[in-house]
């Protein structure tokens, strides 16, 4: 329930906005505080007065009226939530770019709150590539996203683009507040990424690995409220800037992070893709092409993984990933057992969306009590929910 739960909710300027006295109804029903922001834009859709009456308080809509202005740092210190729904493409575009020319733009600028945008748009403004280095932006900013639907749009036209139902986005709410302590007080450490072995300057060994996996995991373990630590290797993903990023080129460089930070978290995941062997010499200047074959001398790096096992305190809890492509439930209780963690994540490339680059995974779960928890395939912010609400578990059921 929301008993209690002081809830900001911001209206911009979109046709779904003739859903939201819907929303301010469920969500005042449910026991919350609802203050409702609008933008000029959104007054065209729906009016001041539905929501004033609706969420018994006036509608804020100016940053200043000609003799008070609204003190929109407070708004943000007052709510233990900022959802912005609908979120139009102009409204996303000020967001991600510190645009502040009305209310709403003044107080997402000063929020100490979690922030939890609701898009809504035409399927073809929503594939923009604008609309999505947007919305990475805002992810990097650390808010949160309610994904759209699928279905009929204003246009006509069906599609992606739809905001999420009034009682998708309650139902939503109201798990974020439920999660959001689940891990406060605790330190996490999350490998991600490829790591790059240099043959000579300018070239290297490397891997597909994008970084979107541990990223997501990183983000969700944030969501819990968990401190985090991020070791990455090369990745071009922004990252939420409330994690703590180490940036790091190689295995080796990624194993001295993790050797460094290891002590005293909480919760490790390492879902890195390691290189597994490094050349044995790099060469001082680039290594000119001659006739015939060239070969590179590869040495084995440390693993990582198996140095942390062999080094954790019975408090630490430590989540290894397996990749296979064959035997791939025998070949992740070997690592289980020979890295010594206490639980693995496995994903088969020979499941369809899964592995490296997709924006999707599909992953089994093993723990050393050799419990096995199965998950569909879905995207990867999911999937790291699924990692870290089994983890929770494990911690619950092994304390
Ligand atoms: N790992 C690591 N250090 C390495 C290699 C792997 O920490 N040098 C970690 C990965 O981050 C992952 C787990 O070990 O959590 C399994 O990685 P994976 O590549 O699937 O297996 P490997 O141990 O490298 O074995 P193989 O490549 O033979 O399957």
Request: charged share 25%.
């Amino acid at each position: 329930m929301l008993t209690n739960k002081k809830i900001l909710l911001a209206v911009t300027g979109s046709i779904a906005a003739y859903k939201i006295p819907s929303l301010v109804r469920l969500l005042v029903k449910g026991g919350a505080e609802v203050k409702v922001i609008m933008t000029p834009a959104s007054k065209s859709f729906v009016s001041p007065l539905t929501l004033s009456t609706l969420s018994k308080n006036p509608v804020l809509a100016d940053i200043a009226e000609d003799d008070s202005w609204a003190n929109h740092v407070m708004l943000g210190r007052w709510a233990d939530i900022f959802v912005i729904a609908p979120l139009s493409c102009n409204s996303l575009g000020k967001m991600a770019n510190g645009l502040c020319d009305n209310l709403l733009q003044a107080v997402y600028l000063s929020a100490t709150c979690p922030v939890v945008v609701a898009p809504a748009m035409d399927e073809d403004m929503w594939k923009h590539p604008s609309t999505k280095s947007n919305l990475q932006k805002l992810s990097a900013y650390g808010n949160l996203i309610i994904p759209v639907e699928s279905g009929e749009l204003a246009s006509g036209l069906t599609g992606e683009g739809r905001m999420a139902e009034p009682e998708t986005i309650v139902e939503w709410i109201m798990d974020f507040l439920k999660k959001k302590d689940e891990l406060k007080g605790k330190k996490a450490l999350v490998t991600a990424g490829p790591t790059y072995e240099s043959i000579d300057p300018v070239r290297f060994i490397g891997n597909h690995s994008s970084g979107k996996m541990g990223i997501a995991v990183a983000n969700e373990l944030v969501s819990r409220g968990a401190d985090v630590t991020l070791v990455l290797g090369p990745s071009t993903i922004k990252v939420n800037d409330v994690i703590k990023t180490i940036r790091v080129k190689s295995a080796a460089d990624m194993l001295n992070a993790c050797l460094t930070e290891f002590a005293g978290k909480d919760i490790t995941v390492m879902s890195a893709a390691v290189a597994d062997y490094t050349p044995v010499t790099i060469a001082e200047e680039k290594i000119k092409k001659t006739a015939g074959t060239l070969s590179v001398e590869l040495k084995k790096t440390t693993d990582i993984l198996k140095e942390l096992g062999s080094r954790k305190t019975k408090d630490q809890l430590l989540v290894g990933f397996a990749l296979e492509t064959n035997n791939e439930k025998a070949y992740a209780l070997k690592k289980l057992e020979s890295k010594h963690a206490d639980m693995i994540v496995l994903n088969s490339l020979n499941d369809s969306g899964a592995g490296f680059g997709y924006d999707t995974n599909k992953v089994t779960i093993f723990d050393k009590k050799g419990k096995e928890y199965s998950f569909d395939t879905k995207t990867k912010q999911e999937v790291a929910a699924d990692i870290v609400n089994t983890i929770i578990q494990y911690k619950d059921e092994n304390k």
